[in-house]
């Protein structure tokens, strides 16, 4: 099963709106991936929260991180055209062999021009 | 940097053919990944390998899927016979540290079993 769940499944807003998606995971965690996948694309890193950091930004982003409620949110502000696209959580299962990084269902984001 | 390379972008085939997804990574990462997406079932991790070593094949589906790793700059995916429900976007992605953080995925296959 997956570790992650986003929420909400899709999204649809107007340019300069800020769009807020959450993740929602099972069990403890060291670090929490977002990335971004545009349409016919491979996904691509947006951010990485560890799990004694509460809040990062990244340019227009902004990551928090709530360990005792196993939940994480992804406010894009301002958001642009370019911006269409599915947002996922990610989070890595540490072995001593090698990290195996689980992703949940995504969220779809759609921003109207 | 040149990214994560996969061939081919697509791919049709007929049931029961073999086929063969190439992948190479960018240069010194030490760790590899086959993941599958489709609308049902989202993005699946099927296989890594560190250090060209397999670490976990729990999430490849059945036998008629295998993977290597012959060098650091090279893995394959194959399936044989392929089935219709095969059909998906096959990536590779791989990561200088393990895959515990960044990963870096390629464009993709596009799978189509006929």
């Known amino acids: 099963s997956q570790q992650g769940e986003e929420d909400p499944q899709a999204l649809s807003i107007q340019e300069g709106e800020n769009a807020t998606m959450n993740c929602s995971y099972k069990?403890?965690?060291?670090?929490l991936q977002w990335y971004r996948q545009n349409s016919g694309r491979g996904l691509v890193h947006l951010i990485l929260?560890?799990?004694?950091?509460r809040e990062k930004h990244s340019g227009r982003l902004r990551v928090t991180l709530d360990t005792s409620k196993k939940s994480s949110s992804l406010l894009i502000t301002a958001s642009r055209a370019a911006d269409t696209a599915s947002y996922f959580c990610a989070t890595p299962l540490i072995k001593a062999a090698g990290n195996k990084l689980t992703f949940g269902g995504g969220t779809r984001v759609l921003v109207k021009p | 940097d040149a990214g994560v390379i996969q061939s081919p972008r697509h791919e049709v085939t007929e049931m029961g053919q073999e086929v063969t997804l190439r992948c190479k990574p960018i240069?010194?990462?030490?760790?590899l990944f086959w993941y599958r997406q489709t609308m049902m079932r989202g993005l699946e991790l099927l296989i890594y390998?560190?250090?060209?070593?397999?670490?976990?094949d729990s999430g490849m589906p059945e036998d008629r899927f295998s993977a290597k790793m012959p060098n650091a700059s090279f893995s394959t995916l194959k399936i044989q016979p392929s089935e219709p429900r095969d059909s998906a976007v096959y990536f590779c992605?791989?990561?200088?540290?393990?895959?515990?953080?960044?990963?870096?995925f390629g464009s993709g296959t596009q799978l189509s079993v006929l």
């Open positions: 992605a791989s990561s200088p540290t393990g895959g515990g953080e960044k990963l870096f």
């Open positions: 390998f560190n250090n060209n070593v397999p670490i976990d």
């Open positions: 929260i560890r799990s004694n950091e």
């Open positions: 240069s010194g990462h030490n760790s």
């Open positions: 069990t403890s965690i060291n670090n």
